[in-house]
Each structure stands twice: as C-alpha cells, then as structure tokens.
C-alpha cells in the first residue's frame, strides 16, 4: 500500500510541477495586482454571484457583526438549504448538513478554513470535532450544485468555506471586541496588523467561553477522586484560538507579481460537555437538568495549522495558486460509556426497562446499587476516554486561465490535490460507583485500550477538477468533471505497546464526478439557472462499503433590482445509495462505533425548494436612513425509496420504503428587520424551524422522537459613540423559548434559552 502511495504522490506532484512550468512559459509579463480574498473564497464574494451557475451565498463581515454570533448554527440559519441539528446549544460541535445530507458532526459536506480542508482528518474520519470558530471569521460561504464538485470530496450537498480575517491594506489597523453574557458568558476577539511596503502581517486572538446553562444534580467540586478528570463546577466550556499571518509580494516593476503568505494557528478547547441527555419526563419538568451521572464528562483538545501559499500571476489572464498545508489535531472526550454493560442511551431511552440503572444515572441509586467502600461497590460503570490524535497534511495548487475562442470567452480553473491524513486512536475506561448522595467514585480500576479502539486509520488522496466557463451573448455554461482516488487503510492492535497486529481493512474508490451548470441573463434584472451533477462520498475503510453516490438537479432564478434582490431555486438529489457512519454523536451503540461500523441505506430522494429576498426599505423610498429587510426559507421532503436499507443504524430504525429521514425538518424560515439611522442600528431575527424526526419513519412523530418545532427570536442593537467605537447589545432567543433541540446522543437535549450579551467594539 505505501508503494503504491507513495507512487501517486510522485506522480500529482509531477503534474503539478507541469503546470507551474507551462504556466511560467506561457506568458512574459503582466499586471500587478494584490492576492485578494479571491483567491481564498468559493464563490468570488458577494458581488459576483449573480453569475454562478449553482447556489452560492455569503454573509460578509457586516451581517456577521450584526448579531456577534458565536454559533455557527444560528448565522447558517441565513442561508437557504442548509439543514442543522443541535447539540450543545453553544454550537461547540454543529451538526450540518446540505439539501438533505446527514447532519451527524458535520461530516457529509466539504468544510473549510480559507479554502483548505478543515476537519482533523476529512478522508479518514470527516466527523468535526474541530469546527472554525464562527466568531473570529470574516465571511462565511456556502456553495451547492453543480458548481461545488471543484470543493470535494464530499459533493452530494455541498461546501462551506469560513474566510478568516484578513491581512489589513493600512500602514496598520485593527479591531478589539469585548462581550460579557449571562451564565458567565465571555466572548474576546481582538487583532491588530498593517501593510507597508512588500510586507505584511496580521495576529489575532479569539477566545469565547460560558459557565453553561445546564444544571448537574451534584455540584462537580465534590465528585470523583481522579483530580485529572475533575472539572470546574459548571457545565459550560472554555475556547481560545491564536492565528499569526505574514505576507510578502514581489515589488513594482517585477516581470511577473508575486505573493507569499504564511499562516499559523493555534487553539485549545476544554469543555464541560456530555452526550447524556434526559428522560422525556425529566425534561418536561427542568430541561436544563444534568444527571450525576455525567459529572465525570469532559471535552479537552488542541489544534495546530500551517499554510504557505505562493501565488504568481503570469499576465492579467493567467495565474497559479499554491498552497501546502498541514493540521495537528488532538481530544479527549472523557464521558461516561455504560452502567453494568447498558448504555446510558439505551437507559435513558428505554427507562421503564431500566429503572435502577436510571436511578444510579440520577444519583439516587438504591442502597444496594451505592457504593459502600472496596468490598461492596454496587453498579459499576465505565467512563469512556475517547482519546484521539489526527493529522492531515497536502498541497493543492489551482490554475487560472482566461482565453477567447471566436465569440466565446473562456475561464479555466483546474485543480489537483495531494492529501494525506490520519486518525489514531487509544482510548480506555475507568471504572465508577455512585454513593447514595450522588457522587461518583473511582473505583481505583483503569482498563487498557478498549477493543477495537486501539487502532489507526490513514487515507491518502488525489483529487482534481477541471472547470470551464464559457461566455457568450446572454449565456454563461460551466462544463466540469471531478476526480477523486482515496486508499483507506485501517490498523487494529492487541497491545498497548502496538507490538501485535489483530487485524484491518482496506478500501479503495476511484470516482469521476462530472457536472454542468448554467446561467441565461434574461435582462439586467433576471438571471435563470440550472445544473445538474453527480454527488460523491467515500465509505470509509470496511472493504464492503458502497461509496455515497447521487445524481443531482437544480434550477432557479436570480432577480436584483435596485434595493431589491431574490433568488428562487428548486432542488432534487436522487441517491443511488445513502450512507451512515455509525459514530455516539449520531445514537449508534458503542460495539457498533468501536468497529467504524458504515450502513447502507439504498435509494432515497431528497426534493426541496430554497428562497431567499432582500429589500432595503428606507433605501428605496429615500426616507433617509436604512431598514434592511430579508426572507429565507427552505422547503425540504425526503423519502426512503427501496427497502434496501441498512435498519441496524440506530436513527434509521425500522425504516419502510416511503418513510422519511432523520433529522431534516420540512419547513425552515429566517426573517430579519433592521434599522441603521446616525449612529445607531438595530436588528430582530425570527427563526423558525418545524417538528424533526431523529428515527425514521412516517406519519405522526412519537413524542420521544420528535425534535420539537420552535420559533427563536434574536435582538441586537449598536450604538456608535465615536468614529472608532461602539456599544454593543444582544439577546439570544430572546422569549425564552424551551425546546428539545435533539434526541441524539442519548435523550432529549434543549436549545439554550435566553441569554443576553454586552460589550464594546474599537477600531483603529
């Protein structure tokens, strides 16, 4: 296998190397001109969306100060087709996905930081459990259709790409924003830079936290005997993130401009969070209960990424791109696993048949169940250390070519990506007892690495894509094709020392994932689009597996006029085979996680409709001041179609052909009215979202399935004291609406409830 990777990676190179080279001799000269976002968005930014054939949106970094968010879940509620499930109410670990895709951590779309690849491992393990704080970002983007096949590998539902702050064009500038919430809500996002020169550079400090809003039934300081795994008595988290860039261009007058920036980051996320839900009757009573149980839980990671980009531009109609990158990743999710062998979902769901088990989850265990000392322990269980370690590591570069061939303009884009990374995983129990006071005990047992999770897995991928937009009279066609060669390989070891081999797997996909989308201006007003591409996501390592695959369908329209603008699409995703990859985040019982367990789940489609409009009142009417106003809503059905379907996976149940899927409500709507007058601005957004299934199924939804509709309101207000700074006010769902938000992991999960914010903004 390493032969073979090791002749791929010579080979992309190879090509890479080519291109650079006949780049270079194609054209002496040219402008020079700034290495712009462009180069780092997906969509070309807000002002060239009108003519992408497919569906891209961007919330600029205006829209992202209106509210401060530090959610990612609640600024996506702005774009249409993007399906989310909550999980931690912070948006520490969003669940994402795209016209239909699986939610579960984010991992059937395409994420990425400054168009590089952003998840711990994408090929060998795309669940995020690291997710770019929205907070710190400077746009945000999402693409879908036939036009996201060049942001691979996962194409079914789409991309999104968060841009981070940029260099600053000043001698030197920046921004310091400092917010305080409730429940000890912190939130600090500060960066200073300049230009001058060929130079360039930027720091930045970003760190957020919150004492939580869920209540444990025993305070944490009085729980456990393993200072290690002893946490603050809260049930909030902690975040900070740094990120250095440095920048060089070539100087005027050069025969070709040049641009070489540096990027470092680092981050360090420690978190009070716990898989365990409640009871349905539990949280009808206090849904921001925390069992005793779950005292123990708790989220540790660190992250590092590099990037060094060289950018070259060959003449006004020629450039090259490229960009080597490499992402440390490591966590610990120390949470409890099982009591006596039974998980805490299976008891929490299935209360009746668990009573006792339920009563040690609550701390209120029988005096037979307690613990008493050594000799007499009563239930045990074993708090899982999910401990981990990711890499991955690449170089992409991506060409430019703009050409005329008779009345026909041309735009080329072609790519091709060198990726490797990993997952290794040492995980271990240690087992507890609860007193009959609620506090849990170390028992003074610690296990070895758990079967099947004393393992790596590695991927090394090659993909590339070929774009061309062509031009003409009031058309613009882009044809593209996708390639993608992913070899998976797993190793499994017997000891701690990994001197003994017990097993693995090994997979393979070779896929060509072609596309073409289409625009047709009907006037200066009215744009038409259609497309229509094959979706692609590999299965993961077990040798069996069916890559994810669908063929999909759009079209719509555009309408911008004056203070007004619209844009209609419909959609439709047939899957020839629907894939779920069992992971506790998505309810799958713990054997079935420790083998990396993928299912199958055969035909399904997956049908909607997205809308969005935007209408600058004051603008319009003159009245003199600004009252931005704005609509987006998505329509989304989904339908098993064969029986051929994997019913092990937990959320899918006994599903029928005919029944619907998991997690994708069928009515989703955002709506916003702001005012900007002098020195003041404020805005209101509503967002509502109708009732989920988290198993499938069809008809009415059991109450202990239904992930509960609900209608959020946020308010946000800015007052501008000086030219340099501001005030600022917010309140998160500002009715305090109480809602179960997920049933997945392990029982019923709220939303968090209202939560008000203040703080003060200075530029300079």
């Not at 002002?47 to 968010?69: F, K, Q």
């Not at 879908?144 to 096949?149: P, T, V």
């Amino acid at each position: 296998m390493q032969t073979i990777h090791s002749r791929r990676r010579t080979l992309a190179l190879a090509v890479a190397a080519a291109l650079t080279t006949g780049a270079a001799q194609a054209q002496e000269g040219g402008s020079q001109q700034d290495f712009t976002l462009d180069q780092l968005t997906i969509t070309g930014g807000p002002e060239r969306i009108s003519n992408v054939p497919g569906s891209a949106h961007v919330i600029d970094e205006e829209a992202l100060d209106r509210h401060n968010y530090g959610d990612p879940i609640r600024v996506l509620r702005q774009i249409p087709g993007v399906n989310m499930r909550q999980e931690d109410g912070f948006g520490l670990f969003p669940n994402i996905g795209m016209r239909g895709t699986a939610t579960g951590r984010s991992s059937k779309i395409t994420l990425m930081e400054d168009g590089i690849l952003a998840a711990p491992a994408p090929y060998a393990a795309p669940s995020a459990y690291y997710f770019p704080p929205v907070g710190r970002m400077h746009n945000v983007e999402v693409r879908k259709g036939s036009s996201a096949i060049q942001y691979g590998p996962y194409t079914n539902g789409g991309a999104l790409n968060m841009i981070s702050t940029p260099i600053p064009s000043e001698e030197f500038s920046g921004r310091i924003q400092s917010m305080l919430g409730s429940d000890g809500g912190e939130r600090h996002h500060a960066h200073i830079g300049g230009s001058e020169g060929q130079w360039g550079w930027m720091i930045e400090g970003y760190t957020d936290g919150s004492d939580g809003f869920r209540d444990l039934d025993t305070p944490r300081d009085v729980q456990g005997e393993r200072s290690e795994n002893l946490s603050e008595q809260d049930t909030g988290f902690e975040r900070r993130e740094f990120v250095g860039k440095l920048r060089w261009h070539s100087a005027p007058g050069a025969e070709y401009y040049q641009q070489v920036d540096l990027k470092v980051g680092m981050g360090e996320r420690d978190a009070n969070e716990s898989y365990m839900g409640q009871t349905l009757s539990d949280f009808r009573k206090d849904p921001y209960r925390r069992y005793a149980a779950s005292a123990q839980d708790r989220f540790h990671s660190e992250r590092e990424q590099y990037s060094l980009t060289h950018y070259i531009e060959f003449s006004e109609d020629l450039d090259l791109s490229t960009t080597l990158y490499r992402n440390n990743f490591e966590r610990n999710w120390y949470k409890l696993g099982n009591v006596e062998g039974t998980s805490h979902s299976e008891i929490i769901t299935n209360p009746d048949d668990n009573q006792n088990l339920l009563n040690w989850l609550k701390g209120t265990p029988a005096t037979s169940d307690a613990y008493q000392g050594q000799s007499n322990r009563g239930l045990i269980a074993n708090v899982d250390a999910g401990n981990r370690k990711y890499y991955s590591q690449g170089i992409q570069t991506e060409l430019g070519y703009r050409f005329e061939t008779g009345d026909i303009k041309h735009d080329l884009d072609v790519g091709l990506r060198v990726h490797e990374d990993e997952i290794d995983r040492h995980e271990w129990d240690d087992e507890y007892a609860m007193t009959e006071t609620g506090s849990m005990v170390f028992t003074g047992t610690s296990g070895g690495p758990r079967t099947g999770s004393n393992r790596k897995t590695e991927a090394d991928a090659i993909a590339g894509y070929v774009l061309n937009t062509m031009s003409f009279g009031r058309w613009q066609v882009m044809p593209g094709v996708r390639y993608e060669s992913i070899d998976l390989e797993r190793t499994e070891f017997g000891d701690v020392a990994r001197s003994t081999v017990t097993g693995g797997r090994e997979n393979s996909y070779d896929v060509v994932t072609p596309g073409i989308g289409a625009t047709y201006q009907v006037s200066n007003a009215l744009t038409l689009l259609g497309g229509v591409h094959r979706g692609f996501s590999p299965a993961g390592s077990k040798p069996d597996a069916e890559e994810e695959t669908s063929i999909n369908y759009e079209l719509g329209a555009r309408y911008n006029q004056g203070a007004f603008s619209s844009e209609l699409i419909a959609f439709y995703n047939d899957y020839d085979n629907l894939l779920a990859e069992c992971s506790l985040s998505s309810g799958c019982n713990s054997q079935q996680v420790q083998n990396g367990e993928t299912f199958n789940g055969g035909e399904v489609e997956i049908q909607g409709l997205e809308a969005t409009a935007l209408y600058d009142l004051g603008a319009d009417q003159q009245l003199g001041l600004n009252l931005p106003l704005s609509v987006t809503y998505t329509y989304t059905e989904s339908e098993f179609t064969s029986n051929n379907i994997d019913r092990e996976f937990a959320s899918w149940g006994d599903a029928q052909k005919g029944d619907e899927l998991p997690d994708i409500p069928e009515h989703q709507l955002t709506v916003s009215a702001g005012i900007e007058t002098g020195p003041w601005s404020g805005d209101v957004t509503g967002n509502y979202v109708s009732d989920a299934r988290s198993e499938a199924g069809s008809g009415a939804i059991p109450a202990d399935e239904t992930i509960e509709s609900r209608f959020l309101v946020d308010v946000s207000g800015r007052y501008a004291f000086t030219e340099q700074v501001s005030g600022i006010v917010s309140v998160e769902n500002a009715t305090d609406e109480e809602y179960i938000s997920s049933w997945n992991p392990a029982g019923a999960r709220p939303g968090m409830p209202r939560t008000y914010w203040a703080g003060v903004e200075v530029n300079f």
